[in-house]
């Protein structure tokens, strides 16, 4: 079967701008696909690219787009290089569409979800919003400012969230070993700390290992397992923690699946701030895979208020 292929880029601002290790981010840009079958029945996908997490660039993902013919088949689609995960995502997700695919139902409360709350002392006013609202889940960049200052919010932070609360702390890899440390000992003693994600940068697997073993707070690979390749290397190595999924830049759908129904692994799946496009796409294959885990925990996806609701 042919499909016509039509796409379109899109730039969306964040409401505030996201604070991380890597800078400040407040612009998401990406692609938005649509494939149309013979009968007329049209799919939607998002390219929703992010390199410094190892993805290609959107520029590589333009270019890749406008060498395509207007009408592509199925194996166009499921060719799509690994360099490109992005594309292959985004593509999948617009074929699966088209597909007679009974999807499970998204979970629809935000007590399902983790919320993510800004950096810095606006996470103190911003919580209390958010747990109104149904979230029990939350997320808090760390490595953001100086170890001293974070530290004294984050010892505010821990003393006024309710106990039912559990609490993620994310380093995006910007912490040293020796910060890592100071971290993990804290947290020691806090029983809302759920998990520390990416405390050290990507090549540093053997020191992340040594934490791991080291407190029994869990540690999560995050920047580490951004596709495939990198999630077996790892898992074949014997991590023990959690591995966190980012289904719209990881590459393969069906390869992701096969991974998860094949293997036994702790995992979260989580967002990378797409449209409600690819939101929808990632939620439906984080819902499918779910069961699949060895933990229930919440999806990663509580980011929409970031965005303003129309966008």
């Known amino acids: 079967m042919h499909y016509q292929l039509r796409f379109y880029p899109y730039k969306r601002n964040f409401k505030q701008p996201l604070k991380t290790s890597y800078g400040i981010w407040d612009t998401r840009e990406g692609i938005i696909l649509q494939l149309t ?77 983790s919320g993510l709350l800004p950096g810095g002392d606006a996470a103190l006013e911003v919580w209390q919003q958010l747990f109104q609202a149904g979230y029990r889940t939350f997320k808090w960049k760390i490595g953001v400012s100086k170890i001293p200052n974070e530290l004294k919010i984050f010892k505010t932070l821990v003393k ?3 106990s039912e609360i559990k609490l993620r702390l994310d380093a995006n890899g910007g912490l040293t070993f020796e910060q890592a440390k100071q971290w993990l000992q804290i947290c020691e003693e806090i029983k809302i700390i759920e998990f520390i994600e990416q405390p050290l940068p990507v090549e540093q697997f053997e020191e992340m290992l040594n934490l791991s073993d080291r407190y029994s ?29 980012k289904p719209a830049i990881f590459g393969s759908r069906s390869q992701l699946r096969s991974f ?52």
């Open 37 to 113: 079958n013979e009968t007329g029945k049209t799919g939607l996908g998002e390219i929703a690219s992010l390199s410094w997490f190892g993805s290609e660039t959107l520029s590589e993902a333009l270019d890749f787009c406008r060498q395509l013919p207007k009408e592509i088949t199925a194996e166009t689609i499921f060719s799509i290089p690994d360099n490109l995960p992005t594309c292959r995502f985004g593509f999948e997700s617009a074929w699966e569409n088209i597909q007679p695919v009974n999807h499970k139902k998204q979970p629809n409360s935000p007590n399902f979800y």
């Open 260 to 311: 998860c129904q094949n293997h036994t692994i702790d995992a979260v799946f989580s967002s990378v701030f797409e449209t409600k496009i690819g939101r929808k796409a990632a939620l439906q294959l984080a819902t499918e895979l779910q069961p699949n885990l060895l933990k229930n925990r919440a999806f990663g996806f509580g980011v929409t208020h970031w965005f303003d609701e129309a966008e």
């Open 160 to 162: 006024v969230l309710p």
């Open 217 to 245: 707070i869990p540690i999560a690979l995050d920047e580490s397992v951004a596709n495939l390749r990198q999630m077996q290397q790892y898992y074949q190595q014997g991590w023990p923690g959690i591995f966190v999924i």
